[in-house]
């Protein structure tokens, strides 16, 4: 009973792994997903707000230090950028790249 008992473990671990396994390696594929319908838009995060990149002697995420910081992003559904009110921007809306802010 003994050899019975532990090849059903044995299988029962190593479904329940393959398992994990698999999970984990669908998740990379759904965020991959969600993120085809955004875009990185620059200059139009407000003070603290940015989802990353700040320039240099930041870490990322809540970082930017004043409002439509140029380097700064926040994500957006895709073709919203251009769209999007950012009054430091050379074109008065976000940027698809980071860019030196005009006095606003």
């Known amino acids: 009973m003994n050899a019975i008992t532990s090849k059903s473990i044995t299988a029962a671990s190593l ?3 393959l398992g994990a396994a698999l999970t984990v390696a ?3 594929a ?3 997903d ?3 319908d955004k875009e990185k838009c620059y200059g139009v995060a407000m003070k603290g707000k940015n989802d990353c990149k ?4 930041t870490t990322c995420a809540g970082t930017s230090k004043v409002d439509y910081q140029g380097n700064a992003w926040n994500l957006v559904p895709k073709g919203s950028c251009v769209k999007t009110a950012s009054p430091t921007s050379p074109t008065g809306f976000g940027q698809l ?3 030196k802010e005009k006095k606003a």
Do not use: D, H, R, T
Not at 54 to 57: D, E, N, T, V
């Open 30 to 32: 759904a965020a991959q």
């Open 15 to 17: 479904a329940l792994a």
């Open 54 to 57: 700040a320039g240099a002697g």
């Open 34 to 36: 969600k993120m085809a």
């Open 97 to 99: 790249a980071e860019f």
């Open 26 to 28: 669908a998740a990379p």
